[in-house]
């Protein structure tokens, strides 16, 4: 199920980028894996899946070190909301040497946690600002007219590679919509606060039931679940 569930999401993907007029295979697929056994992520990963979403500081430590999928060669991305506590937590090995980008940075004082591991480490870490582009009360995220400022005051922690912005949108879908083109107007003008414009591209945003009105309105990344690893349970 998973492999045919890929196949059939993957190319979705590619029709939505030829029907928005995307480059080819310029959006990245997460497949967001929390809840899901070391069996079904190595059953995706042999499907041909190298990026994972995890949710949990614990939960990411302990698939990490699952032998069943510990030698695998995946690209971990945390996704869920993140303590300043347990950022400690993701710069220990085994997590951080397979953690690609931290999705969820929303304050100056998590991304400060994040640089001192990081440059303890003597590698800088990649990462997004969650934008909370629904105004959701009960998501996190800075708000759309706070972005700006929170770049300025992150631009001097050398540590961080601030590579674009994450959103979790409106589960209505002409407010999400809304809430995508919105992230695309922020990420342009994010741009011209960076001596490197070009790295500052990355838009995370989309899921199973909205990934391709994402892709209309500029994401690189969509992370979807259910859509392939089928309803939790």
Same mark, same amino acid.
């Given at each position: 199920?998973? $492999?045919?569930? @890929?196949? %059939? ?7 939505? =980028? ?10 990245? #697929? ?5 809840? $899901?056994s070391a069996a079904e992520?190595? *059953? ?27 030698? #695998? ?10 303590? /300043?506590? $347990?950022?400690?937590? @993701?710069?220990?090995? +085994? !997590? ?5 980008? !931290? ?5 100056? /004082?998590?991304?400060? *946690? ?9 590698? +800088?870490?990649?990462?997004?600002? *969650?934008?909370?582009? %629904?105004? =959701? ?9 706070? @972005? ?5 005051? &992150? ?12 959103? !979790? ?5 002409? %407010?999400?919509? /809304? ?6 107007? @922020? ?5 011209? #606060?960076?001596? *490197? ?5 990355? &838009? %995370? ?22 859509? !392939? ?5």
């Open positions: 199920m998973i $492999k045919d569930n @890929l196949s %059939s999401i993957k190319n979705r993907i590619r029709d939505a =980028e030829f029907r928005f007029g995307r480059h080819q295979e310029e959006v990245q #697929l997460i497949a967001v894996s929390k809840t $899901k992520i190595s *059953e995706a990963f042999t499907s041909g899946q190298f990026h994972f979403g995890e949710n949990y500081v614990q939960e990411l430590q302990k698939k990490s070190q699952d032998p069943n999928i510990a030698s #695998l060669n995946l690209c971990w991305h945390f996704i869920g909301h993140l303590q /300043s506590n $347990k950022v400690k937590a @993701l710069f220990e090995t +085994p !997590i951080y040497s397979k953690l690609h980008t !931290i999705h969820t940075v929303d304050r100056e /004082s998590l991304a400060k *946690e994040i640089n001192k591991y990081a440059l303890r480490n003597h590698k +800088p870490m990649k990462i997004l600002i *969650e934008v909370n582009s %629904s105004r =959701e009360t009960t998501k996190s995220g800075v708000l759309p007219e706070d @972005l700006l400022g929170l770049l300025k005051s &992150l631009k001097q922690y050398d540590g961080l590679e601030i590579e674009g912005l994450m959103t !979790i949108a409106s589960p209505e879908i002409e %407010s999400a919509r /809304s809430n995508f083109k919105m992230m695309h107007d @922020l990420l342009l003008r994010g741009k011209a #606060l960076f001596n *490197e414009p070009h790295k500052f591209a990355r &838009l %995370s945003m989309g899921m199973s039931n909205d990934f391709e009105d994402a892709i209309q309105f500029g994401s690189t990344e969509v992370r979807l679940g259910t859509a !392939i690893f089928g309803e939790r349970v």
